[in-house]
């Protein structure tokens, strides 16, 4: 297969996978290298490289979760809490997390140096990260591995940052579950694509 191909049949292929177990097809190494490559490769504003991935296996992949269960927990009322439990245990029974992060001294050096761009700074930190889980996300469905996306951010951040011990300038934008899919992803639609890819010319 041509390398184009095999670089839309992973985009295609990626695909929100809820129902994951904790094994996983490939070993742990190839896991942290692709997770290497693909932060590493994905493109930044000014290349700035704030995006920061805390790839998390074992207790500590349980931890996260648990601090989302404390955290809801404390907030949502008791009688409305178990469809939440469910889905967060759902994410804690996955092989692993990665926590997508910013890391906001580099934005702000940037800030510094082309004040002309600071508003957009920000703005772009956050399309580079989103970038950088894409990439991610792909290259897990090409090593057998599902994988969904999920936002208990800002709710968890200090609490994740005190237990990993990671830097206060650290946000968190996304946390990652992955494993072995253990169902089908559910059907997805599509919008006509020619409403979407205007062609000129
Ligand atoms: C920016 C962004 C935020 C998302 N946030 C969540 C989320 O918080 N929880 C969730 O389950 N899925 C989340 N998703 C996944 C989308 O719901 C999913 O990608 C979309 O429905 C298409 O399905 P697919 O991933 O199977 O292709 C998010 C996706 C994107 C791009």
Redesign the pocket.
């Known amino acids: 297969m041509s390398d184009t191909l095999c670089f839309l049949q992973a985009l295609k292929e990626?695909?929100?996978?809820?129902a994951l177990s904790d094994k996983s097809p490939a070993e742990q190494a190839e896991i942290i290298q692709l997770i290497k490559e693909a932060v590493k490769y994905a493109p930044s504003a000014f290349n700035c490289q704030g995006t920061r991935a805390v790839v998390l296996f074992g207790e500590r992949h349980l931890k996260v979760w648990q601090i989302v269960c404390e955290t809801l927990q404390a907030r949502v009322p008791a009688d409305k809490f178990a469809p939440t439990a469910q889905k967060i245990a759902s994410f804690s029974a996955a092989y692993g997390t990665v926590l997508f992060w910013e890391d906001w001294t580099a934005v702000e050096e940037l800030q510094h140096k082309f004040p002309l761009y600071k508003e957009n700074f920000p703005i772009w930190a956050y399309q580079a990260n989103?970038m950088a889980?894409?990439a991610v996300?792909s290259g897990l469905e090409t090593l057998g591995l599902g994988a969904?996306?999920?936002?208990?951010n800002p709710l968890i951040d200090e609490a994740v940052r005190r237990e990993f011990g990671l830097p206060a300038s650290w946000e968190l934008i996304?946390q990652m579950p992955f494993g072995q899919p253990t169902q089908a992803?559910?059907p997805?639609s599509f919008s006509p694509i020619e409403e979407r890819v205007k062609v000129l010319g």
């Open positions: 990626r695909r929100s996978y809820y989103a889980e894409l996300w969904s996306l999920q936002h208990y996304a992803p559910l997805k």
